[in-house]
């Protein structure tokens, strides 16, 4: 999403990952969202 790009959220956090994923009940109604972010690049794969 290239808003976040410019987002002071992402800036002012120096974030270069992020990952969300939506939460649902067992009913599959949406109760929220996980969210996790990274300061630091993934090391490269093999």
């Known amino acids: ?3 976040l790009r410019v987002s002071p959220a992402i800036t ?4 270069v990952a992020y990952l969300g994923v939506p939460l ?3 009913e599959r109604l949406p109760i929220g969202s ?3 972010a990274g ?6 794969r093999a």
């Not at 002012?12 to 974030?15: G, V, Y």
């Not at 300061?39 to 490269?44: F, L, S, T, V």
């Open 1 to 3: 999403m290239p808003f």
């Open 12 to 15: 002012d956090l120096r974030m």
């Open 24 to 26: 649902t009940s067992r």
């Open 34 to 36: 996980l969210c996790v």
């Open 39 to 44: 300061g630091e690049p993934a090391p490269p």
